[in-house]
C-alpha cells in the first residue's frame, strides 16, 4: 500500500456568519489555499499529454485558454507536477454555482484539464476531502 504523506497546507481565515468573507465566494478562498499549498510545496502544476489525450472534447483547446492565461501566477522555479484531482471540502454551497472545487480550480491558475469534484458534509467536509485524496492514492496503479 503506498504511503501518503501531507507535504503543504493552507487555509483561509475562520470567519462568522455575515463576518467579513461575506462578499468573497468560496471558490475563491477555496483557489488561494490551491495556489499557496502548490507554492509552499515548489510546485507548478502541468497538464500531461494523458490529461490532454483524456479530456473532454470541448476542453482540448490548443494551449492555454484565456481563462486559464488570466489566473495563472506560477513562479518558473517551481517544479511541474501533474495534479490528478483536486478535491475540496465546501460546507452550506448554495447559490455558489455547479462544483465550487472546479471553480477554485480554474481560479487557483490549475490546467483546465484538472479534475476537481467537491465535498460537502457540514463540519466534516475538510476532513472527508483529506480521507477521500488518501484513498485515491492508495488504490491508484503504480506508474
Not at 477555496?30 to 489525450?53: H, N, V, W, Y
Not at 494551449?63 to 475540496?88: N, Q, T
Not at 448554495?94 to 462544483?99: V, Y
Not at 472546479?102 to 467537491?118: C, D, N, V
Request: proline residues 6%; contains cysteine; aromatic residues 4%.
Amino acid at each position: 500500500m503506498r504511503e501518503v504523506v501531507i507535504v503543504s497546507g493552507a487555509r483561509t481565515a475562520v470567519g462568522n456568519f455575515l463576518g467579513t468573507l461575506k462578499d468573497i465566494p468560496a471558490a475563491e478562498l477555496g483557489a488561494i489555499c490551491i495556489r499557496e499549498s502548490l507554492m509552499k510545496a515548489g510546485l507548478k502544476p502541468k497538464a500531461t499529454k494523458a490529461m490532454q489525450d483524456t479530456a473532454p472534447e470541448p476542453l482540448k483547446a490548443d494551449g492555454i485558454i484565456a481563462l486559464e492565461e488570466k489566473y495563472r501566477r506560477w513562479d518558473d522555479s517551481h517544479r511541474e507536477i501533474e495534479v490528478d484531482e483536486v478535491i475540496m471540502g465546501n460546507v452550506v454551497q448554495a447559490g455558489q454555482g455547479q462544483n465550487p472545487a472546479r471553480q477554485a480550480t480554474i481560479y487557483a491558475g490549475m490546467p483546465k484539464e484538472t479534475p476537481a469534484f467537491t465535498v460537502n458534509k457540514v463540519c466534516a467536509s475538510g476532513m472527508k476531502a483529506i480521507a477521500l485524496g488518501v484513498q485515491s492514492i492508495q488504490a491508484a496503479m503504480p506508474r
